[in-house]
């Protein structure tokens, strides 16, 4: 009786282990999403003007409008996951979030652990610098100086290659605070937060001394092994761009159409 009580038990453990292997290969992100009716976005909302809370506390910016776009598109609502950015990816490989939409610069190396969507933005980092700053001209006068940055993100890295002290932040709004009090020599940015910056403060006692010629594309991050994920993504974003909901974003908030 032991004997047969064993083989009975150990076919239903083998039963349970194949139906749930069976489950797992039958679900993907994508399906989950669209019957959840949500896709969770992790983002900052400290980085204007691309994510960012406005007076009356409510996140906005130009990568909140394009994520709620591209879920419009997929039939569902993003769920923003407010994430400071040196725990973006950490966010993600723990699965918090189904995405980032924080102008993650498609680099090679992040593309050995992560998937991105097709480029939806592009833009130019710049040198930052007190009005009051003439040692610094360019990128190489950044030996020895205090760099503000977030220290995982790709403008730490060209900090780095130039010799200069990071002193970490979390995100553009304090790099800005500790450039004008003067408790770091600079920060590198991007260049379309400079401009919108200004536009709110032109009084503001800063100045772009330096620029690098290559324009670098940011993309939708993923993890890996969610392909028709970043299919569907894709063609959302294909999508915004062919109906000019993507064109009325960018000329919101730039002026100008920012995805070339």
Same mark, same amino acid.
């Given at each position: ?31 989950s ?12 909302g400290?980085?204007a ?11 906005? /910016? ?9 879920a419009?598109?997929l ?29 993650? #610069? ?16 592009v ?45 970490q ?11 004008t ?11 379309l937060s ?19 010629d #290559? @324009? ?19 063609? @959302? ?17 730039? /002026? ?5």
């Amino acid at each position: 009786m032991k004997k047969t009580g064993f083989s009975i038990a150990a076919l239903v453990i083998i039963g349970s282990l194949i139906f749930t292997g069976c489950s797992k290969k039958e679900t993907n992100l994508l399906e989950s999403i669209k019957k959840s009716g949500e896709i969770r976005i992790g983002t900052e909302g400290t980085y204007a003007p691309f994510t960012y809370h406005d007076n009356d506390g409510k996140l906005v /910016g130009f990568d909140v409008e394009i994520a709620e776009a591209v879920a419009k598109k997929l039939g569902v609502k993003a769920k923003f996951i407010e994430t400071k950015w040196d725990g973006m990816f950490a966010g993600l490989d723990a699965k918090r979030f189904d995405a980032v939409v924080n102008e993650v #610069n498609i680099k090679e190396d992040r593309k050995v652990k992560y998937d991105f969507s097709d480029s939806y933005i592009v833009s130019k980092a710049v040198l930052i610098v007190h009005k009051d700053n003439d040692n610094i001209k360019q990128f190489s006068d950044l030996k020895g100086k205090k760099a503000g940055e977030s220290l995982t993100s790709n403008l730490a890295d060209i900090a780095r290659e130039n010799g200069a002290t990071i002193v970490q932040t979390d995100g553009f709004n304090q790099a800005i605070d500790l450039l004008t009090s003067k408790r770091i020599d600079a920060t590198i940015n991007d260049g379309l937060s400079f401009l919108d910056f200004t536009k709110q403060k032109p009084d503001a006692q800063i100045k772009v001394v330096d620029e690098l010629d #290559n @324009a670098a594309p940011s993309g939708i991050l993923f993890n890996k092994g969610n392909q028709d994920l970043v299919d569907a993504v894709n063609k @959302a974003l294909a999508d915004i761009k062919a109906d000019g909901t993507y064109l009325e974003i960018s000329q919101k908030y730039f /002026g100008a159409d920012v995805s070339k």
